[in-house]
């Protein structure tokens, strides 16, 4: 299988995570579809990734929809042919409370089963055996610590390790490598969203939220998206290759298992 033949998909790569590692796995020779709901978006992070040499498509979806994933991942190989490599990135975040506004369900179909949907229709588009398949899924640090309102996203994110786990054990035998990352703060839309709302509920500013948040970080820094990215980049690679069940924490500290 030549380079020029290699497909990835990336869900959620219109902004943030999802766009810096659509940007970081770009390059000459590659194929990217990116899914989100956006398409705006989603063309954005397209032409800086034909910028720099890939072919790019978009295509609008709704993971929680699984007939929308299903046909979103038809089309991309049958435009791009089959799938080596899945960024399963998509997700939501914020708080949850118990009452008629609980937003639990809506975490869990996002993260938890709009992820799976999205693995299991990339596994039927998979390349052949003999080539390299990779399974990346994007969870969080709240995967492994719990957070006082953040229920539905810590349930979701933590239910990812367990299906990371189950799917690289049911998929090692064609050789299929299934892994996470968990995420700390990282520098995007979402992290300034949880910031603004620490603000509130504190009645501070901003500036005293984040000082507040990175309190609890050894490195007292949050990452870039690009630092994220680049982790990604590592496990398609061949320097990775027996890595497999593994959940990656890129936290500047602030969980260490």
């Known amino acids: ?13 219109g902004t943030g995570i999802g766009r810096a590692i659509a940007l970081g796995l770009a390059g000459k020779g590659t194929s990217l579809t990116l899914l989100a709901r956006d398409v705006e978006r989603l063309e954005a992070t397209a032409r800086l990734a ?11 979806c709704d ?9 979103a991942f038809a089309a991309a190989a049958a435009r791009f042919g089959p799938v080596h ?19 639990f369900d809506d975490l ?28 990346v899924v994007i969870a969080s640090i709240l995967a492994r610590i719990g957070v ?23 998929l090692a035998p064609s050789g299929v490598q299934v892994n996470a990352v968990c995420p700390g703060w990282v520098n995007t839309e979402m992290a300034r969203a949880g910031l603004e709302g620490i603000a509130r509920d504190m009645d501070v500013s901003y500036e005293r939220a984040l000082e507040v ?36 924490d890129m936290n500047n500290g602030a969980w260490m298992g």
Not at 150 to 168: F, T
Request: charged share 20%; hydrophobic share 45%.
């Open 1 to 13: 299988m030549t380079k020029a033949a290699r497909h990835l998909v990336v869900t959620g790569a």
């Open 50 to 60: 034909r910028a720099r040499g890939a072919k790019a498509q978009s295509i609008a």
């Open 63 to 71: 993971i929680r929809e699984r007939k929308l994933v299903d046909r």
């Open 85 to 103: 490599v899945l960024v399963a990135n998509s997700g939501i975040g914020g708080p949850n409370a118990a009452g008629p506004k609980d937003r």
């Open 108 to 135: 869990v179909a996002t993260n938890l089963v709009g992820t799976y949907s999205c693995l299991r229709a990339a596994q039927r588009h998979l390349a052949p055996h003999g080539a390299p398949r990779h399974f």
């Open 148 to 170: 006082a309102n953040y229920s539905g996203y810590c349930a979701s994110k933590s239910a990812l390790l367990g299906l990371v786990r189950a799917l690289a054990a049911e």
């Open 213 to 248: 948040a990175m309190q609890s970080v050894p490195l007292k820094r949050m990452s870039e998206p690009r630092d994220v990215a680049g982790l990604v980049r590592w496990l398609v690679s061949k320097d990775a290759r027996g890595v497999t069940g593994q959940a990656l």
